[in-house]
């Protein structure tokens, strides 16, 4: 695995133990279809019904974040940042 992915993995996995630990107790039943912008760095949160929104919502309060999004089963790397250098979207189906 090349350092590109182990990065992604690394970023992944964070996202998905805030998202257990923090943001899914408050989920309501009618949240499944929303998205929900996790920066892995603060473990700061935004969710949302846009997409873009929700991500320009966490992006406005961390300039700098890396965002991890989660859609119910789909879940991708939308922005990964790092001060002053923006790295291509990534994509991964779980």
Do not use: C, F, W
């Amino acid at each position: 695995m090349g350092d590109k992915e182990q990065r992604y993995e690394e970023v992944k996995r964070r996202a998905h133990e805030i998202y257990e630990a923090k943001i899914r107790p408050r989920l309501a039943p009618g949240d499944e279809d929303r998205y929900v912008k996790i920066d892995v760095l603060s473990g700061d949160y935004e969710i949302g019904d846009n997409s873009a929104t929700t991500g320009r919502k966490l992006r406005e309060r961390r300039p700098d974040a890396v965002i991890h999004t989660m859609q119910r089963h789909r879940s991708y790397v939308a922005y990964l940042r790092t001060p002053g250098r923006r790295i291509r979207e990534e994509k991964a189906n779980l």
